[in-house]
T-cell receptor, first 116, second 113 residues
Framework: AQTVTQSQPEMSVQEAETVTLSCTYDTSESDYYLFWYKQPPSRQMILVIRQEAYKQQNATENRFSVNFQKAAKSFSLKISDSQLGDAAMYFCAYRAYSGGSEKLVFGKGTKLTVNP | DSGVTQTPKHLITATGQRVTLRCSPRSGDLSVYWYQQSLDQGLQFLIQYYNGEERAKGNILERFSAQQFPDLHSELNLSSLELGDSALYFC????????????FGPGTRLTVT
């Protein structure tokens, strides 16, 4: 069964510094997608970044980038120049389509605190 | 604002009761996904509908059911409610049949007393 593990329940970073959130997953599929979602105190789930497994190039969205290591099944999120508004829960998620159905699995989340 | 709407925002009900949660997807989106977020289970995928048809099933209990109507809005029905069903229920939508780019609604907070 597919699983997504976020080993850091909580992380903190100083404003303007860089922080990396870890995510590992387990799958036997070769074609899948990986996502990072942000959930601020408002509870709204916001897509931060996504990565297609077949792409070797790491995805980047402004201050957010990923380090995708397919062989190691690792998908970490790097936030550069951290801002107070980055404080939130961050969820790593895996999506694969196989056997005619879609599987979506989320990690337990990492709570990020940004200190001024 | 993602463009996905959910009603009601909050719902408080008693054990054994039945409730219906409603979701309207973004304009043009054909897929609707339902998720449950609870403290102990985290965020779990429940079910997906695409253009009125059930597309994928996750960890949805038999006491729960969903449907998507011709106007593409969706309803999640929860029956014989238990205390453990208290959670935040999210709806998300996407244009196509996969979750490559899905947009989440604000959620419905269900409290079962």
């Amino acid at each position: 069964a597919q699983t997504v593990t976020q080993s850091q329940p909580e992380m903190s970073v100083q404003e303007a510094e860089t922080v990396t959130l870890s995510c590992t997953y387990d799958t036997s599929e070769s074609d899948y997608y990986l996502f990072w979602y942000k959930q601020p105190p408002s509870r709204q789930m916001i897509l931060v970044i996504r990565q297609e497994a077949y792409k070797q190039q790491n995805a980047t969205e402004n201050r957010f980038s990923v380090n995708f290591q397919k062989a190691a099944k690792s998908f970490s999120l790097k936030i550069s120049d951290s801002q107070l508004g980055d404080a939130a829960m961050y969820f790593c998620a895996y999506r694969a389509y196989s056997g005619g159905s879609e599987k979506l699995v989320f990690g337990k989340g990492t709570k990020l605190t940004v200190n001024p | 604002d993602s463009g996905v709407t959910q009603t009601p925002k909050h719902l408080i009900t008693a054990t054994g009761q039945r409730v219906t949660l409603r979701c309207s997807p973004r304009s043009g989106d054909l897929s609707v996904y339902w998720y449950q977020q609870s403290l102990d289970q985290g965020l779990q995928f429940l079910i997906q509908y695409y253009n009125g048809e059930e597309r994928a099933k996750g960890n949805i209990l038999e006491r729960f059911s969903a449907q998507q109507f011709p106007d593409l809005h969706s309803e999640l029905n929860l029956s014989s409610l238990e205390l453990g069903d208290s959670a935040l229920y999210f709806c998300a939508s996407s244009v196509g049949g996969n979750a490559y780019e899905q947009y989440f609604g604000p959620g419905t907070r269900l409290t079962v007393t």
